[in-house]
């Protein structure tokens, strides 16, 4: 298999021919703290931005109503978090806590094309960074598919059900995407690993 510019598997291209999205970034040191034997983050800043758009979207969902503010003030700022959030994830926080990327794209032809990437074989994740991301990608569609189902049966939660059905499908969307990058970087590790030992 050959590495794209970037470092990354089957980067494949654009719907123009050019190359996707640049993708050039350290993904971890491997450098241990001599004291504790841990591994620092290698993208504290990543990490922070990973977790704070989903805080901020449930903290104005559960407690925007407290501060005497207008629903649909509460409303647009947590479609802004949420909003934010998945590309913030998609675009940013994936490439740099764990080397992972995907995207969609529409052919000239009108059919869609999925593109799934990971970077290559032998290059470390930190996992400090890596557990900080995974975890909070699996919570988030959780938290708001189960907020959506408990006030799908609630009548008087009915207009805060569009803001729930938009949590959880742009938290469920990031979610496959990463999983399928996931799963399709095991396969290439696999068939990489193969390759060398024959």
């Known amino acids: 298999m050959s590495l794209d ?9 654009t719907a123009s021919g050019g190359p996707g999205p640049s993708m050039d970034v350290p993904l971890g040191t491997g450098v241990h703290d001599p004291l504790t034997g841990a591994v620092p983050p290698a993208h504290p800043v990543a990490q922070v931005m990973n977790v704070a ?22 409303f647009v700022v947590i479609v802004l978090c949420l909003a934010f959030d998945f590309w913030t994830v998609k ?17 000239e032809d009108g059919s869609d094309r999925w593109v799934f990437e990971s970077k290559a074989a032998g290059r470390e994740v930190n996992p400090g960074d ?4 995974w975890w909070a990608l699996r ?4 938290v708001w598919s189960t907020f959506f189902l408990v006030n799908l ?11 729930l059905l938009m949590g959880a499908a742009l938290s469920i969307a990031n979610f496959i995407g990463y999983w399928r990058c996931d799963r399709d970087a095991k396969k290439k590790l696999q068939s990489f690993l193969v390759n060398r030992l024959v």
């Open 53 to 74: 758009f989903k805080a901020g979207a449930l903290f104005f969902y559960l407690f925007g109503s407290l501060f005497a503010l207008p629903f649909v003030f509460n």
């Open 153 to 163: 049966f609630s009548p008087s939660s009915y207009p805060s059900l569009p803001v």
């Open 139 to 142: 919570i988030s569609p959780i």
């Open 5 to 13: 510019e970037d470092g990354f598997l089957d980067a494949g291209k």
């Open 130 to 133: 890596e557990r900080v991301f």
């Open 91 to 107: 675009n940013v926080t994936g490439r740099l806590l764990v080397g992972l990327r995907w995207w969609h794209e529409v052919q």
